[in-house]
């Protein structure tokens, strides 16, 4: 497995700075013994950079293939510095898995670019169940970078 990320080396502490923020997440249910850890992981990792409790919202939605709309009405409701797209799609027999991860990953681009508010692609997209549970931690990398993101927006 490559090695883990830790954002925080790289970053100066300002940009590091959650106090400020308000953050949005939408959590798939889908895989949800995944998904609901991967939440918990960033909503530890979110509470680290300082963001207030009261200012982090969470939304269960059905699916990876759900994320995209529901992160567009979240992000234009400009109640969000940024917003985190949690998910598992895990390769099945079918290939339904491509069409979902193709709309999610292709649906939450889309929806952060036509919106302008980030939205941080926190769905892991693996071949086994067992991937993706080893790859649960990612979500403190995806809340970090819900950090990182607007904080540089606003320096620009
Ligand atoms: N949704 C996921 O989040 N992960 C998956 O692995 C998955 N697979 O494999 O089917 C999945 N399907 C459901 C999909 O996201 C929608 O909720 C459903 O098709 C209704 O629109």
């Known amino acids: ?10 970053f100066e502490n300002e940009l590091l700075d959650g106090s400020l923020l308000n953050i949005g997440l939408a959590v798939s249910v889908f895989n949800y013994e995944i998904t609901n850890e991967m939440y918990n992981h960033a909503y530890d990792s979110l509470l680290e950079h300082k963001v207030d409790k009261n200012k982090i919202k969470r939304v269960n939605v059905p699916g990876a293939f759900e994320l995209p709309l529901i992160c567009k009405k979240m ?10 797209a ?12 491509d069409f979902v991860a ?19 692609f926190g769905i892991l997209t693996t071949n086994n169940y067992k991937q993706a549970k080893d790859r649960i931690t990612d979500a403190k990398y995806y809340a970090t970078s819900s950090i990182i ?8």
């Open 1 to 10: 497995m490559a090695e883990k990320v830790i954002l925080d080396n790289f």
């Open 75 to 84: 992000a234009e409701s400009e109640k969000y510095d940024s917003i985190i």
């Open 86 to 97: 949690i998910g598992a799609v895990i390769k099945g027999e079918t290939d339904h898995y």
């Open 102 to 120: 193709n709309n999610a990953s292709n649906g939450i681009a889309n929806s952060s670019l036509t919106t302008g508010t980030p939205i941080i």
């Open 149 to 156: 993101v607007p904080n540089i927006i606003k320096k620009l």
